[in-house]
């Protein structure tokens, strides 16, 4: 059987760890969020938090196995804050970095399409333009605006949390292609929604992470794509009624990011989650978090000063830390292979905080499955990794196509590079708005020729050119129907001729 992975995957595995097949979890651990960014590779990069100011000891209240114990939680619900926290960051706090988009509660869109002249960006996505916002929602909840759009043309907005759940979309599949007006409120606004308000999104944290994505159905649509994008609007409650705005809080002192990388090895990650604590205020689901966590001295906003406990104790929050790790690792490893199953709402993982945390690990922000299912496939059908020196086929049977209420497509990628490579047809993706060119086999199926050289004259058509050497093809289906959903479609296999391709 062909190996298929859920897209994650520039995966995150514990020092000293070498688990097996890893590299297929490095298939765009940014992918599902920003696609195209390397904001993996930024995010490692930028500095620690900065030290603790001088002060006492924390006030631990617990005893060196209870700290343990609480350490673990803590490590399992801070890892996805903090990586949640590390995105909003780059994108609309840094001002000037690699990954800045624009301030915050401001919509930027990105519609262009990437080509193998763009090696900057690694698994470019070619289906779907971005449109990005980080929000802030502590002054007053904001209001966004959608156009109507065709619903032939899929779009989506993503609402991520700080705990790093889904917790509303607005789209193609969520709410219709009708126009509308969408009030995100924080958990701290009790008003009523105002008049003209299609639906309140409400999220638990002050802290939203928001991605729009935008069918793009052919590089001369761009323009289309541009024109929806420029209707889409962001504006604070008080803005969309015509009143004076509500009193602005104190300004944050924004912690520079913690890298997940970093957290697992430092104490320091007890510093983070408690600058993180504030934009969090409720319960996660159960008692507040900061609450549980008391007994460990850590208190909402204030520096922790981990260095300054007894030896013992520092080894127990290191212990539990380790305990964490090894829950979400294990958490990863019962989930491979199945695609979308480390993202989404609260509800649909079930609150269980080693998932949420691996999906974090995996890539921040990835869309829940009912929304899309993202896969890489790298090997043929006999287990052998994909390699432009042989010729390969993928048939869909009559009526086996991928089963979507969106779209679907497949791109090609050189493997380990993740980067579009030219060919001589300027063709890096086969999806299913090509479906009336394709030609179709005599029994009404349709099978692709994945290879480097061109198949023929009259295959052409159903030609996706691979590169010479390694590469891998990345699945993506969006709005996927219950067959999918459930398991019971399979994607086909590709199967290989024996004979490698001769040098032209």
């Known amino acids: ?17 070498a688990r097996r097949g890893s590299a297929r979890w490095m298939f765009v651990r940014r992918m599902f969020v920003l696609a195209v960014a390397p904001i993996l590779l930024a995010a490692c990069a930028v500095p620690s938090a900065p030290p603790a100011e001088d002060g006492p000891p924390p006030p631990i209240q617990a005893d060196a196995a209870q700290a343990r114990a609480l350490a673990r939680e803590a490590y399992l619900r801070g890892v996805p804050m903090l990586a949640a926290y590390q995105m909003l960051y780059g994108n609309a706090l ?26 900057a960006f690694v698994s470019p996505n070619a289906d779907t333009p971005y449109t990005y916002a980080a929000l802030d929602l502590r002054r007053e909840p904001l209001v966004l605006t959608v156009p109507p759009v065709d619903r032939r043309r899929y779009y989506a907005f ?18 219709g292609g009708r126009a509308g007006r969408y009030l995100i409120a924080g958990p701290g606004w009790k008003g009523k929604a105002p008049r003209g308000i299609s639906k309140v999104l409400r999220s638990e944290t002050d802290l939203v992470n928001v991605v729009g994505r935008t069918q793009l159905l052919n590089p001369a649509d761009l323009r289309n794509v541009v024109r929806i994008q420029e209707k889409y609007g962001l504006q604070p409650l008080s803005a969309y009624l015509g009143r004076p705005a509500p009193p602005a809080p104190p300004a944050p002192d924004w912690m520079t990011p913690l890298s997940l990388q970093q957290a697992a090895r430092s104490l320091k990650f007890f510093d983070a989650l408690a600058f993180l604590l504030p934009f969090a205020p409720g319960g996660d689901g159960q008692e ?52 979308g199953a480390l993202y989404g709402s609260r509800e649909a993982l079930g609150g269980d905080p080693a998932r949420l945390a691996a999906g974090a690990q995996a890539g921040a922000g990835g869309v829940s499955r009912e929304e899309a299912i993202f896969m890489a496939l790298d090997k043929d059908s006999a287990g052998a990794p994909l390699d432009g020196g042989y010729r390969y086929s993928l048939h869909f049977p009559r009526g086996g196509l ?8 497949i791109t090609m990628y050189a493997w380990p590079s993740q980067l579009l490579v030219k060919n001589d047809i300027n063709r890096y993706v086969i999806n299913s708005e090509m479906l009336p060119r394709l030609k179709r086999d005599a029994d009404g199926g349709i099978t692709l020729y994945v290879q480097r050289v061109s198949p023929g004259k009259d295959r052409v058509s159903n030609w996706l050119p691979a590169p010479d050497g390694p590469f891998m093809l990345a699945l993506r289906y969006y709005w996927p129907k219950p067959a999918l959903l459930q398991g019971k479609w399979k994607p086909p296999q590709l199967v290989r001729e024996a004979l490698r391709v001769v040098a032209p």
């Open 94 to 119: 840094q001002n000037g970095g690699p990954l800045y988009k624009g301030p915050l509660n401001t919509l930027q869109s990105s519609a262009r399409v990437y080509g193998p002249d763009d090696p």
């Open 158 to 175: 993503q609402f991520t949390d700080l705990y790093g759940y889904n917790f509303a979309y607005v789209g193609t599949r969520a709410t």
């Open 402 to 409: 991928p089963p979507v209420n969106g779209f679907w497509s």
């Open 1 to 17: 059987m062909p190996a298929r992975r859920a897209i994650a995957f520039r995966g995150f595995a514990r020092r000293g760890s």
């Open 288 to 339: 507040p978090l900061a609450r549980r966590l008391a007994p460990l001295g850590l208190a909402p906003g204030r520096p922790y000063h981990a260095e300054r406990l007894p030896p013992a104790l520092q080894e127990a929050l290191r212990a539990g830390m380790h305990d964490g790790q090894t829950a979400i690792d294990t958490a990863r490893a019962e989930h491979d292979g199945s695609p």
